[in-house]
Structures are given as C-alpha cells and as structure tokens.
C-alpha cells in the first residue's frame, strides 16, 4: 500500500496529491531511487540568461539517499528489489464527512480520532497556534473505495518539544489487503506488536536545494483492517529544518496503535461534530497571533448570554488564509438552531458610512462604524439539497482598522440571533491592533 501524502482542507475543497511506485507496499518518505535523478542533481550551466516575467523557475535540486540491494530488514524474511517508477495522481472534490462509500468514517469519528490522537501525544509535546486543518482535525474523505487515489482521511500539526520543533502527520484508512511484502528502500525494520499489528519503520531524509530535511515514518497494519501512517518530519512550516525529528520511534508506534484512532474503534458518547468552516473575509489582514487570539477568546467566553452551542464560543484561530482570526459554532438553544460566526481582522480601511451590501450603518461615539444587515439565500449542500436560509450580519469597523465580523444564519423557517446579540458579541473583543 502506498504511502500518501497528507493535504489539507481549503475552503471547503480538499485537494489531495502523492506519489507512489509501481510496487504496492511500505512507506513512502522518499529513498526509492538507486541514485539521484540526473536531471535534478545536474550544476545548471553558467550561462547568461534573460528572465522574463514568464519564465520558469530553476527546477530544484533533490536529492535522496541511494537504496542498497540485495539488503537484509530486521523483522522480514524476505526483501523484495525497489522500484523508481514513480506514478502521480491528484482527487479533487468538496469537503464531506459523511461519505456513504466509507460507513466507518463520519464527522463524529474524525472528532473522537482527533481527541484519542491527541491525548496519545508526549505530554510536553505542544502543537503550533494554527488553523483547524493544522491542529490535528481529521480531514473528509476523498475518492471512491476502488479508486488507486483517496480513500484515506489525514491530520496534520506543526509541533514544538522544548527547543526542537517539526510536523506530525497522521493518516488513516480501511483496507482488506494483506500486509505488503518487506522492499528495500521502503522500510528500516518490521515489528509484530502483542496486539498483532505489524509495524513497518523507515527514517530517511531528503535534501531540496541544499537543505536537508529529515523524516520517521510509522505504518501500522491493525488486525481491524486500519493503515495507518504516522510521519514527522524535522521541518515546520514556519522554519527550516531543525536536524531532530521531534518524535521517536516507540512514540510513534504508541500513537499508531492509539486506541480510538483505529477504523473499528467505537464513537465515545457525547462526540459532537467537527467545527463548521470558518473564513476571514477581507483581502489582506496583518498576522493575528497566539497572544491576541487568547485576548479575543477570553472575551468572547462571556458574551453569550442565554445562548447554548455545541462547543464554547472563544477558540479563534487562523483561517486557512491568514487573513485573521476566525471561529463558528452551531447554535443549540431549542427553537433556534443556527451557525453563529465570529472573525476578527486587523489594518482595515474605514468603510463607508453607506453600506456596500444594503442594510444599515451608525458611527458610535469613539468613531467606530457599525453595520448591519439581513439577508435571505437559497442554498444547496454537495448532495444537491437546496434551502432558504435568513441571515443576519454585525460588522464593526473601529478607527484603528479592527474589525470583527459576527454573522448568523439559520434554516428556516428559524430564525438567526437578534441583531442585539450579535452587537454584543461583537463589541466583545474590543481593538486588536497588534
């Protein structure tokens, strides 16, 4: 089974792409070439060029580890030769957890996978301040059981452990499959765990223009018929390469074998949904960090009164832009059922006192502008089910360029939150500038 590369929601779009080789079995983390692709690895000659703005960009120097063979792997009988050829494919499609092709997978489950994947990490292991899909939140699944793409559902992080930082990435899927043949090149050791999960290691690296990254693998065959890859890497998004990957070989194992996080594993009582999507809408924002967003939260903890949801108001985070800080919850209060949204953004352009959009607009007394407005939408979801939809929008923009977004929109024939309220909790935060 191939090892896929793990992507992330934009959007409510996920767009999946990896490669794997014409071999079916093991990890793929790079190293299955005998030597560096020529193409690649080739000085460019010292030649005069003139780069016009269509030019294409020099193409990067890869370079992976060469694969000894005949080889022996701790834990294989046997090593099958590797293979270099490469195939590569992409799945496109909207967001959707609950895929009738995969009845083991909902969003319930990727909420209760999410927590036992958390709660299976080293205790002074600290994840990144990030997006949802960057925090560990199991993705949708993509793709049809038969497809050679997709099938899998995968959550990525950003971690940081003491002066060492990297990424985690964890995919899990169903298959029937048997457990691959040992290939040289695809893995370090095979393992037979009590639980008769059999365990595949692999710790490579990669150098891409000179910096070398370095990556640990996991692949966990479980009796249950769960793959599952777990994958850190030395390199956070935000740096280079650290030169320690953050998590060792046994935490990874621990975190593969999880209990929760396998495809049989039962939901826990009380699992709620996954977050609805959630987006900053303006065009540019300055970066909104960890220490503005605990501000925002603790604010907005105490600014729903009388209202009930499905998770506490006051976990903004990045949206999947940077544009600024975002959150949404579904509204519970019997009678009311509804999305309430809340976005946060900095270096905004005082609007002008005509709203763009209709609606209405007053300027309070230390010069913030207040909007708002209702609007009625027909919507469909991916299924093709159309519904009307009465929202209601609070826009405040204050004279130093904060501004806070709060919309609700219900099914109806409910109806969204009073404007009063959505005023009151977006007056909440106050200014954000940083």
Known sequence: MPDKMPTRAIT????ALWSFTAVAGGVIVGGLLHEPEPELTTAPPTTTISVTPEAEPPTPVRVRPSVTFPTQIPGCSS??????????????GPGEYDNPAY?????????????????????????????PDRSLLFTPILGEPDSPFGGYTDAWADLRRGAGAGTLSVTVEQSA????ACTAGWLDERRTMPDGSTVDLHDTWEELDGFRTLSRSVMAYRPDGSRIVVRSTDAPSVSMPTGTVPLTRDEMIAIALADGLGVGDPIPPGTIEPPPPCHVRVDASPTLGEAVAARVNAALAGALDGVSTDRPLGDVRPDDFGMGLCQAVRVTTPGQPSTLTVSIAAGQPMPNTQPKYGGSARTSADGTLIETREEYLTTADQSGRTAEEFMRTVVLTKPDGTRIDVTCR?????????????????????????
């Open 12 to 15: 409510g779009w996920t767009v």
């Open 79 to 92: 090593v099958e030769a590797p293979s270099s050829d490469e195939t590569y494919g992409a799945v496109f």
């Open 103 to 131: 009845p083991w997978f909902s969003g319930r489950k990727a909420v209760a996978m999410s927590t036992a994947l958390r709660a299976a990490l080293p205790t002074d292991v600290t994840l990144e301040f990030g997006p």
């Open 177 to 180: 499959e048997p457990v691959p």
């Open 410 to 434: 219900a099914e109806m024939p409910s109806s969204p939150m009073p404007f009063e309220q959505l005023e009151k909790i977006a007056l909440a935060p106050g200014s954000v500038t940083p």
